[in-house]
Nanobody, 125 residues
């Protein structure tokens, strides 16, 4: 059973940066698509950034250039570096993982099976 635990959220002023971390346990030695999603109050959840074990990445168009997804060599840690944060980035950020031996192919891919509890990011103006 895959478990995901996020950390690194918090409060920051506009223009600041944060790095979110997602620790994955129970993953096997196969490909997973790992992802960051976010959901603001009153809004639908949206995909922020996805990464396959081979390093291929996908981003929401509106966030390209400010957000960067990465993973460590063990493929059990996934990070989201967020720069030049804006108040509209305020949301609950959640980590997600696909089932094993699965590749995500776009930011609209929807095959995630495992979800973390989320970490809150609040950006003040």
């Amino acid at each position: 059973q895959v478990q995901l635990v996020e950390s690194g959220g918090g409060s920051v002023q506009a223009g600041g940066s944060l790095r979110l971390s997602c620790a994955a346990s129970g993953v096997t030695n196969s490909n997973y698509c790992m992802a960051w999603f976010r959901q603001a109050p009153g809004k639908e959840r949206e995909g922020v950034a996805f990464i396959n074990t081979d390093g291929s990445t996908y981003y929401a168009d509106s966030l390209k250039g400010r957000f960067t997804i990465s993973q460590d060599n063990t493929k059990t840690m996934v990070y989201l570096r967020m720069n030049n944060l804006k108040p509209e980035d305020t949301a609950m950020y959640s980590c997600a993982a696909s089932s094993p031996r699965t590749y995500c192919t776009s930011i609209r891919w929807a095959g995630f099976q495992y979800w973390g509890q989320g970490t809150q990011v609040t950006v003040s103006s």
